[in-house]
């Protein structure tokens, strides 16, 4: 597998100006389109530290982004793009809260992706993404989406009957057309300074049966269930051959796909965490340096403001 990975990594070298080294990481979906659902962990390996050793090396590594963003928001040339994809129930919410609980939010933003609206559904489906893209300087997180458009629309192909598509469109192409659209808007985004990193939280089903009871046995949090969640579980086959289907079709090395056990919860927060982190390390961030004209009156300034 590491072979393969190489050699793919060689294969799409010249379709992007700068490609960064994507962070090492045995949960890297290779880019060779052999990446295989059911042969992925949906929980750690055996070893790892316990709850307690995890939590702290999390924080650890939640303190690490908070002085890397800083150093991001200062920089000011690159964005961060995270985006979030998994079954429901998988800790999308949770995992977002924990490894950025440090950040500044001044340089922080996450957009939630539903249904569309009207508006939306009156445009490309890259448009309603492409408005909520984090400016330089910042981390954005997509919580869901365009990959919807590969993953709930593919396993409920009738959605397509209200988006308005032109009658010519092909209905049997749709799908890899749609990939093709999404490695050619991530290319553009790395292109233009915006680092791309996807995250698949990789749940199985019985982890997904255990949360869906807590939420209806736990009043504080029946507020998260939806009867429709239940609903969707009769077609989790088909949404495991999607979310395969688009991670071998768009995991690449400027815009790699993680696919991170998701059963274990402390594990999945610090393994996104350390991904986080490595990726803003490899954008070779500093501080901008000050002015010359300005930086030869800082002595002034300082005898100024010294003698007040």
Do not use: C
Not at 144 to 160: C, G
Not at 163 to 177: G, K, N, T, Y
Not at 244 to 272: C, E, H, I
Request: proline share 6%; charged share 30%; hydrophobic share 35%.
């Amino acid at each position: 597998m590491r072979q393969r990975t190489i050699r793919s990594r060689a294969r799409y070298a010249s379709a992007v100006t700068s490609i960064r080294e994507p962070f090492p990481s045995p949960y890297l979906v290779s880019f060779d389109g052999g990446f295989r659902i059911a042969e992925a962990p949906t929980v750690p390996p055996t070893g790892v530290p316990d709850k307690k050793h995890l939590k702290a090396e999390l924080r650890e590594v939640v303190d690490e982004l908070s002085d890397l963003q800083r150093v991001l928001y200062a920089h000011d040339h690159h964005a961060v793009l995270l985006i979030f994809q998994a079954m429901d129930a998988a800790g999308k919410d949770s995992t977002i809260r924990n490894v950025f609980s440090g950040v500044n939010p001044t340089g922080f933003q996450v957009a939630s992706f539903k249904k569309p609206s009207a508006e939306e559904l009156d445009h490309d489906f890259l448009w309603r993404t492409a408005r909520r893209l984090p400016e330089r300087g910042r981390i954005g997180v997509f919580n869901r989406s365009y990959y919807e458009e590969t993953l709930v629309v593919k396993v409920h192909p009738e959605y397509l009957d209200g988006q308005r598509l032109p009658a010519d469109v092909d209905r049997d192409a749709i799908w890899e057309h749609r990939y093709e659209s999404i490695r050619d808007h991530e290319q553009h985004l790395v292109r233009n300074g915006t680092a791309v990193v996807k995250f698949f939280l990789h749940v199985s089903k019985e982890a997904q049966r255990r949360r869906f009871l807590s939420r209806l046995d736990e009043p504080e949090k029946n507020w998260k269930f939806a009867t429709g969640d239940v609903h969707e579980r009769g077609f989790w086959d088909a949404y495991q051959q999607a979310y395969q289907d688009a991670l071998r079709a768009t995991s690449r090395p400027w815009a790699p796909w993680y696919a991170v056990p998701a059963d274990n919860k402390p594990f999945l927060r610090l393994t996104v965490a350390q991904i986080v982190a490595g990726t803003l390390r490899s954008l070779g961030l500093r501080y901008p340096e000050p002015d010359p004209d300005e930086r030869a009156h800082f002595d002034e300034m300082r005898r100024q403001l010294e003698t007040e």
